[in-house]
């Protein structure tokens, strides 16, 4: 595999995890590399949208699996559940 899409993919799998120095990592790759900014974004992207996927769909298996409502305007914030 080619050494640009390994750290696209990198840069996609932790925005998707929420890894915040495994994304500053890839990135400082990315640009030492030279990868075009407009694929680095692409990355975030995809990453972004599989976590949001993830998330959704944990939701509604726990609705359905506890046999209730959640309302995910209540579940998802701009920051953690403490905070």
Given at each position: ?83
């Amino acid at each position: 595999m080619d050494e640009n899409i390994k750290i696209l993919i990198g840069i996609g799998a932790s925005v998707a995890s929420n890894c915040q120095p495994c994304f500053v990592f890839h990135a400082d790759q990315a640009e030492e590399l030279g990868i075009d900014e407009a694929e680095v974004i692409e990355a975030i992207r995809i990453g972004s949208k599989i976590k949001q996927g993830g998330s959704m769909s944990m939701l509604e298996f726990i609705s359905r699996s506890m046999g209730i409502e959640l309302k995910d305007n209540t579940l998802h914030s701009n920051g953690c559940a403490c905070s």
